[in-house]
């Protein structure tokens, strides 16, 4: 093992303190451990063990709509239908939460949540797409929002810490997620008790970027998850539908699920 600092002569070391070098290893250590803590919080990534793989899933029973864009249509337009601030309103987002986004693409979500959870909560906004991250990481170092964590998953496993999430929501990416079933089974030990997961889509085939709502059912319903509300939002052909998700140990098992069919 490489010594991390430069060794003196054998005579100066005999004749030193050891506490010396000791000290200077307490300042090193010290010294990371301020770089780290001063780091912005979207710079940071996540250390968090790999969720069962995806081999252990059925593959969706229905096609898989490409990834074509990280905005769904122009910005502009979604605040003009005033989806945002009806989720705010159905979902109960208030100062404090932790939510993540997933499938957070341009980030729409992300710079308007990370208002309304405030300076006591946190935004994690989660993707799989390189280049999404990347943009991801300018818009919110632009905007300067310290309460957003940048993340990138896997298509089977959204890669977040234990017991850190109050909500997660997938807005308009639900038909794009390529391993439904492992995602959700993975997406479960990251839920706190009372969680919930909210899923925003179009009422259209998952060929033409949307979810039918009672496919959407059935896939969840597959891993163990509950719906609880359904509402279609005014202004859009959109719905979102909120579930309860099932204890970890409450999950089906891998091998005991069946693939839902699209109708």
Known sequence: MRWPFPRAPTKTMA???????????????????????AMPV??????????????????????????????????????????PRQ???LLGIRSGMTVADIGAGSGYYVVRLSLVVGPRGRIIAEDVVPEYIQ?????????????????RGEPHDPGL????????????TYHEIAQPYALLYN???????????????AYRPT???????????????AVGYRQITFDRLAGSEAYL???VPPSVAGRTPPQAMVACKAR
């Open 15 to 37: 004749s030193q303190p050891r506490v010396r070098l000791g000290g200077l290893m307490q300042m090193t250590i010290a010294a990371v451990f301020a770089m780290t803590f």
């Open 42 to 83: 979207w710079a940071q990534d996540f250390l968090v063990g790999p969720g069962a793989p995806a081999a252990a899933f059925p593959k969706p029973d229905r096609p898989v709509a490409d990834i074509i864009s990280p905005i769904w249509h122009d910005e502009k337009e979604r605040d003009d239908a005033n989806e």
């Open 87 to 89: 989720l705010v309103r």
């Open 135 to 151: 943009g991801l990481r300018k818009r919110v170092r632009d905007r300067g929002l310290e309460n957003v964590v940048i993340n």
């Open 161 to 172: 810490p234990a017991d850190s999430l109050d909500l997660a929501i997938l807005v308009h």
């Open 187 to 201: 997406l479960v030990p990251a839920l706190k008790p009372g969680a919930r997961v909210g899923i925003v889509d």
């Open 207 to 221: 060929a033409e970027h949307g979810t039918p709502p009672d496919l959407l059912r059935c896939e969840l319903a």
């Open 241 to 243: 539908a909120v579930f």
